[in-house]
């Protein structure tokens, strides 16, 4: 194994050796995370996973935050798996979201009077329903959380700049939008139209949504990975594997073409997703994350010429991250630092480490060794032969944005791999 000696693109010259100072405000970020196995539902079947997908959002989120926040009750599998995290959590109830709120809520006040510009992640996982009116409505421990507490206690009330809603739950798309009209009486019609014209994000230019299922539709979890599947490509293009033009940033559409290529072999319709992805109609070229600012984390490129669906697990045998990484393109992934990574392809597997804030590692140069792994029942096959089974990279990026007939980023950036 050895370090990257150069900057293989202009990304990495900013992260090694620092970036020229702007007038731009500088970017101060936050994370609420609420994470919930059970549902409010008898009906709907515990969770296994949402606790686990709580955890690892906190451990992506940590890093690259001023303050996150864990609200969620961790079972004892996932407290093994993550100690001393229980110990910096809450239940997941309407008052601790309140207070919560109110914190982050002072502090972005805060940076915005020194000139700062605050972004929050707000992000859900757990059940999630439709109600008699077709509201939806996402479970917390002790009742649940409505279209309208989101649109009046989260967004509404919000002091950040740029607020990102990232929801994994059965009907997640009507948490945050509405179809069709609620029954009312014609005398009121326009009241209620004033009333949900305030719960629509057309009202809010700075919110944007990443939303798991835009039907009524189940959000899948794998036991392979401890994570519900569209999770954990959220995260995974987050750590950098979406950034198709080399230039640091995830941006909205990079992060839709992604998940779209990640499930674009999944021929079984149990397994497959239909989501929502909706950037902030302020800057619809906001990015989601910029490594480039982010300089508490380690990174690993994966160069040119290395291909295939690829994945790195950490110590306790957990799946950050994964990809099916096109031949042409350069991939540079930001990771948590930690004791240990494997960087794992199907039947090898070879070992790196991140110890070091800033700390870089070639791909280029680590020792593959052979390894075999694992997989039983029918959707556990869909998942490990399918998933992220297209090569993500320009080619299928300009395709898709060219489908939906929507610009694309800007062109990708020529890396320079020269001593």
Not at 8 to 28: C, H, K, Q, Y
Not at 125 to 135: D, V
């Amino acid at each position: 194994m050895r370090p990257l000696r150069c900057a293989p693109m202009a990304l990495w010259v900013a992260l090694l050796v620092g970036t020229a100072a702007s007038a731009a405000p500088e970017r101060v970020a936050y994370a609420l995370i609420l994470a919930n196995n059970a549902s409010t539902d008898p009906k709907q079947a515990p969770l296994r996973y949402a606790d686990d997908d709580g955890a690892r959002y906190y451990e992506l989120f940590a890093p690259r935050t001023r303050e996150t926040v864990l609200l969620s009750v961790l079972d004892a599998e996932t407290q093994s798996l993550h100690p001393g995290l229980a110990s910096q959590t809450r239940p997941p109830t309407r008052a601790a979201l309140q207070e919560a709120l109110g914190r982050l809520n002072a502090r972005m006040a805060e940076d915005r009077a020194r000139g700062e510009n605050p972004v929050l992640y707000f992000v859900f996982t757990g059940h999630g329903k439709r109600g008699p009116a077709g509201e939806g409505t996402v479970s917390l421990h002790d009742g649940v959380l409505t279209r309208t507490d989101l649109y009046e206690k989260v967004i509404a009330s919000s002091r950040a700049s740029f607020l990102h809603l990232i929801v994994d739950a059965c009907d997640s798309y009507f948490l945050v939008n509405s179809r069709g009209a609620l029954p009312v009486a014609p005398a009121r019609v326009e009241a209620v139209k004033s009333l949900l014209a305030t719960r629509e994000l057309a009202r809010y230019p700075h919110v944007g949504a990443v939303l798991s299922t835009t039907r009524e539709q189940e959000s899948h979890e794998w036991s392979a990975i401890r994570s519900g599947v569209f999770s954990h490509q959220v995260r995974s293009a987050l750590a950098g594997a979406a950034d198709v033009n080399a230039d640091g940033r995830v941006e909205y559409s990079e992060l839709q073409a992604f998940v779209a290529a990640a499930n674009q072999g999944v021929e079984d319709v149990r397994g497959r997703l239909e989501v929502s992805i909706q950037p902030p109609a302020l800057d619809r070229a906001t990015p989601l994350v910029d490594l480039g600012a982010e300089p508490r984390l380690g990174f690993l490129l994966l160069p040119r010429g290395l291909e295939g669906r690829l994945w790195v697990e950490d110590a306790r045998g957990l799946r950050v991250t994964e990809l099916h990484k096109a031949r042409e393109r350069s991939v540079v992934l930001g990771l948590p630092l930690g004791s240990g990574y494997h960087l794992r392809a199907t039947g090898r597997e070879t070992p790196f480490h991140l110890s070091r804030a800033g700390a870089v590692v070639d791909a280029a140069g680590l020792s593959w060794r052979e390894n075999a792994f694992a997989a039983r029942g029918a959707m556990e096959d869909t998942f490990r032969d399918r998933l992220f089974s297209v090569p993500f990279g320009p080619p299928f990026y300009n395709g898709y944005m060219a489908s939906l007939g929507q610009p694309p980023v800007a062109p990708e950036q020529e890396p320079d791999l020269s001593p």
